[in-house]
């Protein structure tokens, strides 16, 4: 509740008001203060929240209460908060206002602090400002706040901002929304840079696929002609072969006509022919040896150029997966509502996460809501872990460091964390090894109440924003 003074020109009557919310009556009411003329309605006001509702409480010490605000004091041991006067629900008076009371209490126009000296029913009040000429618009040269019926003479007196009529610098809805929009400016830019950073991973992991493909292409292009070339010298070798043996064979023969022809006289000239032709065929064998051996060693020594390639495309491959995996996982859950149904009927309710990437491992996260013995609910968060492509490849049990977080969207102190070491719980199901398709989490057991996310202003709508970061 909020006392305002509207004051004119000096054609204008100064105006008092009573500022109080109404709930329960209309929706073009509802919850927006209403500024009253009969001082009156402050009696139909709760004394706590300073809201009028249709139903309320009075109070052996007259003061009003409204429903949700008695039930809170009954809780606290049923004694009144403004003047500590404990009460009985025998001496407690139930109220109840009429729509038909509001719409025909006087009102003042929303716009009275900017000078509109309308005074009415609240029936008519929506009537009203639809027409009020005194209704903020924004000029669209200089973006500043000004009446309607003052942005003609805005515009002719060249726009200045020192004569229009400016909303207030401390206005929250003016607040808020350029809040907002810093942080959607932000988080554009922010999007921008990792997705060039993106783009260049993406442009280099290319590259560096092309070149490998380029490098096998030439070691297959290699081993072929190196292949060629031992089977040209193989049939070399044997063509070679099949001459010598011929002319040793000839030369045998010539030895033997010698032989019988001469006897003993020609023994000695038979020997130093078979000698020579016995060194030729030796000094043949020889170097078609050496020609062989040299390459076979040099075909060894590119099939383990290969291999030694193959084997770094492969850690090259786990490496860009150990590199590009996401630490950090933002998660915005937009199952709330569906939860805590679930919750309050059935007694628990989850939800699962998406799985991506972290250090090479494949992760998730699940949320579940439980309703304890009070019928409180209590939010948990547990890190799981799901078969993935690299598991024969990563060191097991799990052993890094897990951080689970709420975030508030608009306040970064009230960010609700808790951290694990799974270095210290190596034992545990959950950080093993997984097989099969059936997984076990591990984490908190109870993070928080979903009354604190629910009036603590952790949520957006229905939407709740977890994050999960992995740190080695």
Not at 7 to 33: H, Q, Y
Not at 90 to 111: G, P
Not at 436 to 446: D, E, F, N, R
């Amino acid at each position: 509740m909020t006392t305002s003074n509207g004051m004119g020109d000096s054609a204008r009557a100064r105006v008092e008001t009573v500022s109080f919310r109404v709930a329960g009556f209309l929706d073009i009411l509802d919850w927006r203060p209403v500024l009253f003329q009969e001082p009156i309605i402050a009696q139909r006001a709760c004394a706590l929240c300073g809201v009028v509702y249709k139903k309320a409480v009075r109070l052996s010490c007259v003061h009003t209460l409204c429903l949700k605000c008695h039930a809170k004091c009954v809780d606290k041991g049923s004694v009144c908060p403004v003047d500590q006067e404990p009460f009985c629900e025998e001496d407690v008076e139930k109220l109840e206002v009429s729509v038909e009371y509001i719409l025909k209490r006087k009102v003042a126009c929303w716009n009275a602090p900017r000078g509109c000296c309308f005074i009415g029913s609240a029936a008519s009040l929506l009537d009203h400002c639809k027409e009020c000429h005194f209704s903020v618009v924004s000029c669209c040269l200089c973006h500043s706040a000004v009446s309607q019926g003052d942005i003609w003479e805005h515009f002719k007196s060249g726009c200045s901002i020192d004569e229009a009529t400016l909303e207030p610098a401390h206005n929250p809805t003016t607040q808020d929304l350029g809040e907002v929009t810093r942080a959607c400016l932000e988080m554009k830019q922010a999007m921008g840079r990792i997705g060039e950073e993106i783009m260049s991973l993406k442009t280099s992991l290319n590259r560096c696929c092309e070149d490998i493909r380029a490098t096998d292409v030439s070691c297959i292009q290699l081993l072929e002609d190196q292949a060629s070339r031992i089977g040209d010298l193989n049939a070399l070798c044997a063509a070679g072969f099949t001459k010598e043996q011929r002319a040793l064979e000839k030369a045998v023969a010539d030895v033997s006509v010698v032989v019988t022809n001469d006897g003993n006289r020609n023994r000695e000239l038979m020997s130093q022919e078979l000698c020579t032709h016995s060194d030729r065929l030796i000094t043949g064998t020889e170097k078609v040896s050496t020609t062989v051996t040299s390459n076979r060693e040099l075909l060894i020594k590119k099939l383990h150029a290969e291999n030694r390639l193959m084997a770094c495309t492969k850690g090259l491959s786990g490496e860009f997966i150990y590199f590009c995996g996401q630490r950090a996982y933002h998660w915005y859950t937009s199952d709330w509502a569906r939860m805590k149904a679930t919750a309050m009927k059935g007694g628990s309710a989850d939800s699962l996460s998406p799985t991506w990437y972290a250090f090479g491992y494949r992760v998730g996260l699940d949320l579940q809501l439980q309703k304890n013995e009070n019928g409180e609910l209590h939010l948990s968060c547990f890190f799981t872990i799901h078969p993935g492509s690299n598991d024969s490849d990563l060191g097991w049990p799990f052993s890094k460091s897990l951080e689970f977080k709420i975030v508030h969207p608009k306040c970064r102190s009230m960010d609700i964390s808790d951290k694990i070491n799974a270095d210290l719980h190596r034992e545990q199901p959950a950080f093993q090894k997984p097989r099969g398709t059936w997984t076990i989490g591990y984490g908190t057991g109870s993070l928080c109440s979903a009354d604190k996310l629910d009036n603590g202003g952790f949520l957006c709508g229905n939407t709740l924003h977890i994050v999960l970061e992995v740190k080695s």
